[in-house]
């Protein structure tokens, strides 16, 4: 085990080398650079400012001090936001995109999975029509949509909940939902059918033939083995969770990390840019990791290379 | 010998959208304490219905028993709910089935699929309950069962799946095991082993088996009675002495003649029945075997034939046995056969109606 995860964070790095080279030639082929504006800048004080953030370097004295800064943790200053380096604004907006993320996914999972599973034990029945109707609904309606409408009925007409901003728990509930609707809708349909093939198996007749209860059968033989194509998903979902929710977090006015991750591509701030494509690799590139490992541990017949099995 | 287990015209229909296929259309037999009775027919002649209606495990809806009785130890259990049921299956029925690489869970280790068995039904606690399903994984025969009992069914080979399974459905010492063809998906050296397993395991336990199949060599082997089965109705039944050596109705002579025996000389060709059987959402009137049956008699496309009694345990369904039927000769596979039983009555006798 230990030595696949070796190997496994081998391969991540690798994987996050060639992402950090592939940003930094397309961003710089990209046309347009961190000063440019409406005003031209006196050519003088744009080559100042270029010296001072070191682009009068040739390309790859550029690159190897980015890889060695990279590898030191050190994203450098932002070209934008004069007083603040890149560390700074993620260790300010990632937090922020962090719990309200979790809690999406949280809701995603939890509310999907269990829709899946009354659908799927009400099959072809008003329960697992209305279930697949919520479903068809959440897929069908972009986040953006969903957020104003929940905006406008849940917070302006009832006022349950506060409008937007980020304060307390009841700020955070409305853009959860919004950025969970999509995969919660996804999920539930992937529980449903997955639900549905594991309870037509042999072994299912074989627990009911041995005098087992619905509800055993459900939670016991049932569920956990319908939960692997959810596993799966898992990995993808963290990934639209992350880059999806810079809309959400505009809607909502979170100060978030995914506001920085277009803003920085308009203003073709380059180290903003690195700073959080390299930082959201690294989550992917963890969460992949992660899901593979539960993978492991919910069907033991996937065996994880160089693992001993029982392990 | 104390019966077990009678069912009495048994019906089961399903609907489907092609409209109700009645695919058991009463079916009756009963079954001694320490029995074993084979039931074969070809596909699609209700074998398992039959079989699973006794667990009352096929699905409802779209399956219905539409009508007659299954005693258990006397007591009907067709009306019986569910959670009345949840306490027969596994301790007075258990069911292996044909598949053993599908019908254990992937995800389960072997030894928590026979422990819920004992923890269910025998109140024993999870300590007990391992210990005893180490004994069990030993008394079918698997080798170091400390150490299977920890492993997942992928770790097992299909013989030895199907012995994990024998061991779930005997763990709780029940009084009828039905066996599904069980032995139909593994090879055939493997498939002896089982059915030795089986019948030793009988022996010790003293429990009455259902064994389905349409394998006539299995049959051989571990019956004591066969019954014959033809599009959902008992068609032929006695025991297997009867059923090989005296067969009566023409559709259990094509089952014979069909199976490839040693004394066949090689340039024989092997027999088939000619034809499908009936579609049993429409069953045709008269005999059902009547429109594949090179003996059939004009009768038998306009009525029913009822059940004739050759011998104290044997019985036929077919209008040959009357009195007023032609003599007819069965195929040479099954003539070369053929023997004078002594317990034949002189003259078949029509088994009266409520029997």
Known sequence: ?311 | MEKLLEVKNLEVSFQTYGGTVKAVRGVSFDLHKGETLAIVGESGSGKSVTSQSIMKLIPMPPGRISGGQILLSGEDIVPKTEKQMEKIRGKEISMIFQDPMTSLNPTMRVGTQIMEVLIKHQNMSKTDAKNRAIELLRLVGIPMPEKRVNQYPHEFSGGMRQRAMIAIALAANPKLLIADEPTTALDVTIQAQILELMKDLQNKMDTSIIFITHDLGVVANVADRVAVMYAGQIVEMGTVDEIFYDPRHPYTWGLLASMPSLENDEKAELAAIPGTPPDLTDPPKGDAFAARNQYALAIDFEEEPPMFQISETHFAKTWLLHPDAPKVEPPEAVKKRMRQLSSTFEKPVVVKEGK
């Open chain 1, 1 to 311: 085990m230990a030595k696949y995860i070796g190997k496994r964070l081998l391969y991540m790095l690798l994987s996050l080398w060639m992402i950090v080279t592939a940003t930094f030639f397309f961003m710089r082929i990209a046309p347009g650079n961190p000063f440019a504006s409406e005003k031209k800048l006196p050519p003088e004080i744009e080559a100042n400012l270029n010296a001072h953030f070191g682009l009068d370097k040739p390309w790859y004295a550029q690159y190897w001090e980015y890889l060695v800064r990279i590898v030191n943790w050190d994203f450098g200053p932002s070209f934008k936001y004069k007083s603040q380096t890149v560390n700074d604004l993620i260790n300010e907006g990632f937090p922020v995109s962090f719990l309200l993320g979790m809690e999406a996914i949280f809701i995603a999972v939890a509310v999907g999975v269990l829709l899946g599973i009354i659908a799927a034990l009400k099959h072809n029945r008003w329960p697992d029509y209305t279930a697949m109707i919520v479903a068809v609904l959440g897929i069908s309606v972009p986040s953006f949509i969903m957020a104003s409408f929940l905006q406008y009925f849940l917070a302006i007409k009832m006022g349950i909940f506060p409008v937007a901003r980020w304060e307390t728990f009841m700020h955070s509930v409305l853009p959860a939902v919004a950025l969970a609707s999509t995969p919660m809708a996804f999920i539930a349909r992937l529980t449903r059918s997955s639900m549905l093939e594991v309870l037509a198996n042999d072994y299912i007749k074989t627990a009911k033939s041995k005098g087992l209860s619905r509800g055993v059968i459900t939670v016991k033989h049932t569920i956990r083995n319908a939960l692997l194509p959810v596993v799966t998903y898992m990995g993808p979902l963290t990934a639209g969770i992350l880059t999806g929710s810079f809309v959400i977090e505009r809607i909502f006015g979170i100060p978030g990390l995914g506001a920085h991750f277009v803003t920085s591509i308009n203003n073709r701030d380059y180290t903003v840019i690195m700073g959080v494509t390299v930082f959201y690799s690294i989550l992917l590139l963890v969460s992949i990791l992660l899901v593979d490992i539960a993978y492991g541990i919910i069907d033991p017949r996937i065996k994880l290379a160089g693992g001993k099995k029982g392990e």
